[in-house]
């Protein structure tokens, strides 16, 4: 699905647009709409990644670089931010600055569907509440295969629907009404809040985007959920 449904441009344009237009309130209402547990999921990625000793790290869907920054904790870590949006990345761009980090965290403009990179690149490819938003799911999960070494791993943080049919009640009862509220009060981009619950309801999440790791090439899918299910990791091995 795409975020302004009456306009014709591709999906790809339509999240490059919108997420230009909630950069400067994305982090807040992040915060607001996960009560603060997208921090958290966050930290889990590096406490995923840094027994793994990886030195050269791709943060795809980078944004406002939180796991960008996470990662850069890991000793001798080198990592690339990457972002459709310009906007976020800017965002992203003042918190390097501020931390001093900017020999350690290097964010760059660029497409996950069409990486800028030769194969065999990077030790640990990150995804974090980017995946749901790819034109081409299949494709960019295909390029983070392609520029991963062999022995490499891709650590994917996305939202998903609880299995449990009594919590997936309260789940979809919950982000129906309260994420596009945040949305109406907080933001000016209505139909980005509207398309971010739905885009979240509607991706194929938990063992059927095991599948899809896995038909992209991933040998090995671990899958972590994480909030009764709200949120899943998914560790997905080359070779
Ligand atoms: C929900 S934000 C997540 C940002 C960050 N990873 C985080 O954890 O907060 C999704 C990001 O994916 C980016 N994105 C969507 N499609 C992309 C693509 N094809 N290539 C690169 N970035 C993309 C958007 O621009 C946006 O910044």
């Known amino acids: 699905m795409k975020p302004y449904q009456n306009e014709k441009s591709s999906k790809k344009k ?7 237009s909630i950069s400067l309130e994305y982090d807040k209402l992040n915060r607001l709409i996960s009560a603060g547990n997208d ?4 930290e889990n990625i ?4 840094n027994p793994l000793n990886p030195i050269d790290i791709l943060d795809i869907a980078t944004g406002t670089a939180d796991i960008a920054l996470e990662l850069s904790k890991i000793k001798d870590s080198k990592v690339t931010g990457l972002d459709i ?4 990345l800017d965002v992203g761009r003042q918190k390097v600055a501020d931390r001093n980090l900017n020999d350690k965290v290097v964010l760059i403009s660029g497409d996950a569907e069409n990486l800028n ?7 640990l490819i990150s995804i974090g509440f980017g995946v749901r938003n790819f034109q081409n799911l299949e494709k960019g999960i295909s390029e983070s295969f392609r520029v991963l070494r062999n022995g490499g791993t891709l650590i994917i943080l996305e939202t998903s629907v609880p299995q449990n049919r009594f919590i997936k009640f309260f789940y979809l009862l919950f982000s129906r009404t309260f994420i596009p509220l945040v949305g ?3 933001s000016k981009d209505k139909k980005a809040y509207k398309y ?7 991706f194929p999440s938990g063992k059927k985007f095991g599948q899809i790791l896995k038909s992209c090439g991933f040998n090995s899918v671990e899958i972590l959920p994480l ?3 709200a949120s899943s990791i998914y560790i997905a091995k080359k070779n």
């Not at 339509?14 to 230009?20: I, L, N, P, R, S």
């Not at 921090?39 to 966050?42: A, F, H, Q």
């Not at 949006?85 to 976020?88: A, L, N, P, T, V």
Request: no cysteine.
């Open 14 to 20: 339509q999240v490059e647009k919108m997420f230009d």
């Open 39 to 42: 921090v958290k999921w966050r």
């Open 184 to 186: 109406s009060v907080f």
């Open 117 to 123: 990179f030769s194969k065999n690149s990077f030790d």
């Open 196 to 202: 971010l619950q739905k885009s979240a309801e509607e």
């Open 85 to 88: 949006s310009e906007k976020m």
């Open 46 to 49: 590096y406490k995923i990644a």
């Open 227 to 229: 909030m009764l299910g």
